[in-house]
Nanobody, 120 residues
Framework: QVQLVESGGGLVQAGGSLRLSCAASGVIFSINAMGWYRQAPGKQRELVAR????????YADSVKGRFTISRDNAKNTMVYLQMNSLTPEDTAVYYC?????????????WGQGTRVTVSA
């Protein structure tokens, strides 16, 4: 079994910054892409940023230039999301996602989410 645990969410004023972290654990052979998604109240879950196993990144248009996704090259089981210039529109629950190769198969796993609230 694979677990993803997010941390770093909280309440911040508009214009502020937060850094989210996600740690993967379990019987993991390798992790391919890792990413961050978010779900605001009454809205569908959406991709925020994603990073491949080779370090290629892609971002939602709404966060380009403000958010940066990165991975821990040493452990390769950690992914981070640096969020700058936050706006109230960034308020959501943020979920970590990882595409993981285990002994059984390649599967997508999700964390439990961490809430980010940006006040005006």
């Amino acid at each position: 079994q694979v677990q993803l645990v997010e941390s770093g969410g909280g309440l911040v004023q508009a214009g502020g910054s937060l850094r989210l972290s996600c740690a993967a654990s379990g019987v993991i052979f390798s992790i391919n892409a890792m990413g961050w998604y978010r779900q605001a109240p009454g809205k569908q879950r959406e991709l925020v940023a994603r990073i491949s196993g080779t370090g290629m990144t892609n971002y939602a248009d709404s966060v380009k230039g403000r958010f940066t996704i990165s991975r821990d090259n040493a452990k390769n089981t950690m992914v981070y999301l640096q969020m700058n210039s936050l706006t109230p529109e960034d308020t959501a629950v943020y979920y970590c996602n990882a595409n993981v190769l285990t002994i059984a198969a390649v599967s997508d796993y999700w964390g439990q989410g961490t809430r980010v609230t940006v006040s005006a």
